[in-house]
């Protein structure tokens, strides 16, 4: 069942991602970027502090991870990423570490290379861009390789609780630098 809820939010990620990256290039994307990214900076605080209270008991539902989805993809779209959002949308489901880490790595690789291609028209991508993406691309595979090995020993709960201040340092540096 989370396989499928996964891959319905894939669908919307990636929807959002292609849809709005290709509609929104005439924004002026600085501008932009500040207020949405410490939006989404704020929203993040408020959900990690209303989910640790209690107060927020998100299931990871069809609603929500097709929602969500199509939230991550539409803000990816507008400024570039939508930073820690899919990961706290994926933190709902309550998946074991290593399923978590696989599902929101794969969301984020393929949104990214639809948006890519969106865009390929209007940036141009040159020689160095696929050297460094290439070289990206391998350290992104080395530190998942790595990584996996301690999170396999992880209590779900301890994984659970390290995302989420994971999720607080990041959204509080969003709100703080924009």
Sequence with gaps: MAAL???ASFAAAISGAAGFAGALLPLPLLVAMGVVTRAIGGALLL???MRCSGVLRIT???VVLIGGGGLVGFLS???GSAGP???AIFLSLGLPPVAYIA????TALVMHAVKTLV???FVPLDHEFWIFA?????AMILGTWAAKRAIERMPRQAFQRFVATLLVVVAAYMVVHG
């Design 85 to 87: 959002l899919g990961a």
């Design 119 to 121: 865009y390929q028209p």
């Design 60 to 62: 990871g539902g069809t």
């Design 47 to 49: 959900f990690v502090a």
């Design 103 to 106: 599902s929101e790595a794969t």
């Design 134 to 138: 290439a070289l990206m691309g391998a």
């Design 77 to 79: 779209g507008l400024v």
């Design 5 to 7: 809820l996964v891959a």
